[in-house]
């Protein structure tokens, strides 16, 4: 048994995940990071409110409404926990708004980089922007003056809209007061200003300035008491009934249409708006005073990404870094049989983004053009509207090859994307499946059927992150490429299983949710609880994105009280509580933020000195383990596993720069430098892109 305690042995999701954002946001506070890179960071946050708003806080109200007096693994009611949530987030949001306006903006201009905002304008910017709006703005508005005639109008989810407070009567003598300007998604939000006109090597304006510099001439003859940007979050989660649908595909579209139509969960509004406005757009959604946000800047920060992307000031940015192509994939392509034969030497390693994307390409192009290629299997979950990837798999069905593509149509946010990757799949012979409905494929599995002497061989790539060639340069994540033919027959069966019907199958190296995954960690975890009773060395490490699981966590605990000795790398939520006396003294508990996004999972488990490493595509959360199809692997070559230890664990833990260390009450402090400053990600760029 837990020891007992006043205290919940769980922390709240959501308060874990705004603890995350802080961690991001101090990237952007500290001011050594590169000045675009602060900005960049900012905007990460607001991105990341945005789904944290459209996915996180649409449950907690929706809890409130079926179950409003159950109380939660962390102590709190639908309704306590909703309120702890919007004040930690509103104090989010202030630091965030204070850090854009009183610092990020006044340094990015004096450095030649400019929002050139109204009061700021020379008369010759004024006459630009007039211009500007005349000529590319203003016939792409359609003012609605409300009146029973003219209702409030449909929002689409975190569109850019404008209230316009009125006095005066119109032509046909009806009396203004309250009119609403949407501005179409097809305007651009920023517009770079001719240097000779700003006076700035880079000045910029926001279509927010243009539109309430020049919103008068929409309603000529009227007085504009005021004009005031907002904006509306709504619900964005995707409800499929899986016992009614027949095609999951044609089901999917179908809801996508109506997903920036649900319900209301937050309002931006402009920091100058009128109380009396704001409680107007507060009840025309639902909404209450705590679910609205006054700001200072955008109300959609994140559009000054561009920004960071446009600019050509290299030393205000990272210093570009580029990956270098491991041995022996550096090899030309020529002669697809050498690439099979590397890896049938042995097992290969990549380490993303310290080391190149481009060989898992590679195999996908070798197996595309090698003529003893017979068929090819892939899962795909993200991979964006320009991938090589896809276009690799489009050209093999092209030539011939048997292609199978497990496409998940429900991965947030790349529905529409991977409907459409589906669909050009289809078009050139593909066998393209869905996967099983109510059970995400998350898995990141690549297949190659290889003709050899008469004989069928497989080779694999496994890997703990997406087939994303853009994200592969920001994200950590490893990927192994193996012709080891028991994980091999492994992955066609998991591909069996996912393509057609029958029992589960028995896999003899793989790991698979939501079959043995889960019950395998907790075993693991267990057995090194029994070796730490019978006074044997027992050590836990395991690094992860988010780690939330009940079952798991109660292992974790009752580990550490029987004396092993646990290291945890969580970098988002994480619902255990370290460091507690008698229930998790003998955990440690860090998040690393820094210039890429750690999202690799590695588990470690010393097992009496036999030392399992395994890699998988799944994090320690309910939603992994039972209601989506994941794997984990084991590395198996003693060489790799070194390297993976290393790479995940040693340095990971030996970093002083960019780690945080988290305390028994879910708050991470920032582990302080000892000694020589070690950070995680110049090392491994260091020792793996050299």
């Known amino acids: 048994m837990l020891p007992s305690s006043s205290e919940p042995v769980l922390l709240n999701r959501e308060l874990s995940l705004l603890k995350f954002n802080e961690r991001v946001l101090a990237m952007a506070e500290h001011r050594d990071t590169p000045l675009l890179e602060r900005l960049r960071y900012l905007c990460i946050v607001s991105s990341n409110l945005d789904e944290f708003f459209e996915i996180r806080i649409s449950s907690l109200k929706e809890q409130q409404r079926q179950n409003p007096g159950q109380t939660g693994t962390d102590g709190y009611t639908p309704g306590e926990a909703f309120d702890r949530v919007q004040i930690a987030t509103h104090g989010l949001v202030d630091r965030q708004n204070s850090l854009l306006t009183h610092d990020v903006l006044p340094r990015l201009r004096d450095e030649g980089i400019a929002l050139l905002d109204p009061p700021c304008w020379s008369e010759e910017l004024r006459a630009w922007a007039h211009a500007t709006f005349e000529r590319e703005v203003m016939p792409m508005l359609t003012p609605i003056g409300l009146d029973p005639a003219h209702p409030f109008p449909r929002v689409y989810n975190k569109s850019l809209n404008f209230i316009v407070s009125l006095h005066g009567q119109d032509a046909f003598g009806r009396s203004a007061s309250i009119a609403i300007v949407q501005a179409p998604r097809a305007l651009p939000r920023v517009m770079k200003v001719p240097t000779e006109v700003s006076g700035l090597p880079h000045g910029y304006m926001l279509l927010t300035a243009l539109i309430s510099a020049f919103v008068g001439?929409?309603?000529?003859?009227?007085?504009?008491?005021?004009?005031?940007?907002?904006?509306?979050?709504?619900?964005?989660?995707?409800?499929?009934?899986?016992?009614?649908?027949?095609?999951?595909?044609?089901?999917?579209?179908?809801?996508?249409?109506?997903?920036?139509?649900?319900?209301?969960?937050?309002?931006?509004?402009?920091?100058?708006?009128?109380?009396?406005?704001?409680?107007?757009?507060?009840?025309?959604?639902?909404?209450?005073?705590?679910?609205?946000?006054?700001?200072?800047?955008?109300?959609?920060l994140s559009r000054l990404m561009q920004l960071c992307n446009v600019v050509e000031r290299p030393e205000l940015l990272f210093p570009e870094y580029r990956p270098k192509i491991p041995p022996p994939f550096d090899m030309a392509l020529d002669n697809p049989v050498e690439l099979f034969g590397a890896i049938a030497e042995r097992d290969r390693l990549l380490h993303h983004p310290y080391q190149s994307f481009q060989p898992v390409l590679n195999f996908l192009t070798a197996a595309a053009l090698d003529p003893a290629v017979v068929a090819i299997k892939q899962t795909i979950y993200r991979t964006g509207e320009d991938s090589e990837l896809m276009r690799l798999l489009v050209a093999a069905a092209k030539a011939g090859k048997e292609v199978t593509v497990v496409v998940e149509l429900m991965a947030r946010f790349d529905e529409q994307t991977n409907i459409n990757w589906a669909a050009k799949l289809e078009e050139v012979g593909a066998h393209v499946s869905y996967g099983v409905v109510g059970h995400k494929t998350h898995a990141k599995m690549a297949l190659v059927l290889r003709r050899e002497n008469g004989h069928i061989r497989r080779y694999g790539h496994l890997g703990t992150g997406n087939y994303h060639p853009r994200t592969a340069r920001l994200y950590t994540d490893f990927g192994l490429l193996t012709a080891d033919q028991k994980l091999c027959v492994d992955m066609d069966k998991v591909f069996s299983l996912l393509t057609g019907l029958g029992a589960r199958r028995p896999l003899k190296l793989l790991l698979q949710s939501p079959f043995t995954l889960h019950e395998t960690m907790v075993a693991l975890?267990?057995?090194?609880?029994?070796?730490?009773?019978?006074?044997?060395?027992?050590?836990?490490?395991?690094?992860?994105?988010?780690?939330?699981?009940?079952?798991?966590?109660?292992?974790?605990?009752?580990?550490?009280?029987?004396?092993?000795?646990?290291?945890?790398?969580?970098?988002?939520?994480?619902?255990?509580?370290?460091?507690?006396?008698?229930?998790?003294?003998?955990?440690?508990?860090?998040?690393?933020?820094?210039?890429?996004?750690?999202?690799?999972?590695?588990?470690?488990?010393?097992?009496?000195?036999?030392?399992?490493?395994?890699?998988?595509?799944?994090?320690?959360?309910?939603?992994?383990?039972?209601?989506?199809?994941?794997?984990?692997?084991?590395v198996l070559d003693p060489a790799l596993k070194k390297r993976v230890i290393n790479e995940a664990f040693t340095y990971a833990l030996r970093d002083n720069q960019?780690?945080?260390?988290?305390?028994?009450d879910g708050t991470y402090v920032k582990v302080r430098g000892r000694g020589k400053p070690f950070n995680l990600h110049h090392h491994l760029m260091r020792q793996l892109g050299s």
């Open 217 to 300: 001439e929409l309603f000529p003859g009227l007085d504009i008491k005021g004009c005031y940007q907002w904006r509306v979050t709504r619900n964005s989660d995707l409800f499929v009934d899986e016992e009614e649908i027949t095609n999951l595909r044609q089901a999917l579209q179908g809801e996508l249409s109506q997903r920036n139509f649900g319900a209301a969960v937050r309002l931006e509004i402009d920091h100058a708006m009128p109380a009396a406005l704001a409680v107007f757009l507060q009840k025309e959604f639902l909404l209450e005073p705590r679910d609205t946000y006054r700001v200072s800047g955008p109300v959609n």
């Open 658 to 664: 960019l780690a945080w260390r988290a305390l028994p």
């Open 525 to 634: 975890i267990r057995n090194e609880a029994i070796n730490a009773k019978a006074g044997k060395k027992a050590r836990i490490m395991a690094k992860m994105n988010s780690l939330l699981e009940p079952i798991i966590i109660e292992a974790l605990y009752k580990a550490s009280q029987a004396g092993v000795r646990i290291d945890l790398i969580v970098r988002g939520a994480c619902a255990l509580r370290a460091g507690v006396a008698g229930l998790s003294e003998n955990i440690r508990l860090r998040s690393i933020i820094g210039q890429f996004l750690e999202h690799s999972r590695v588990f470690y488990f010393y097992n009496d000195g036999a030392e399992n490493v395994y890699l998988s595509s799944a994090d320690w959360m309910d939603r992994n383990f039972f209601r989506r199809v994941e794997i984990s692997f084991p």
